[in-house]
């Protein structure tokens, strides 16, 4: 069993940036492909980014080329960076992990472990 806890979630003028993180636990060795999610009032939960062990990344085309997926695997740690935010990226953020060892899970999306969310709202 793996906990997830995201962090870093606020008020943010569009334009601007704000940092994402999420801490692991439980049994963090565990732990292969990692990932955010992000869910808007209203609508189904959306892929946001994903990242392998290894730092391979895919993004939402809604957000590559503004946010930045990483992770400390030594400190159990995911983070993401948003900058350049626009109001339409208001919504909870979900960290989430695969305990699988499935690599494809960078494009299948389909993990097992999620937190509990953090909130981001974004003014125009």
């Known amino acids: 069993q793996v906990q997830l806890v995201e962090s870093g979630g606020g008020w943010v003028q569009a334009g601007g940036s704000l940092r994402l993180s999420c801490a692991a636990s439980g049994r963090p060795f565990s732990i292969g492909v990692m990932g955010w999610f992000r869910q808007a009032p209203g609508l189904q939960r959306e892929f946001v980014a994903g990242?392998?062990?290894?730092?391979?990344?895919n993004y939402a085309d809604s957000v590559k080329g503004r946010f930045t997926i990483s992770r400390d695997n030594a400190r159990n740690r995911l983070y993401l960076q948003m900058n350049n935010v626009k109001p339409e990226d208001t919504a909870v953020y979900y960290c989430a992990a695969d305990t699988g060892g499935a690599s494809w899970v960078l494009y299948t999306h389909e993990y097992d472990s999620w937190g509990q969310g953090t909130q981001v709202t974004v003014s125009s």
């Open positions: 990242i392998t062990e290894g730092g391979s990344t």
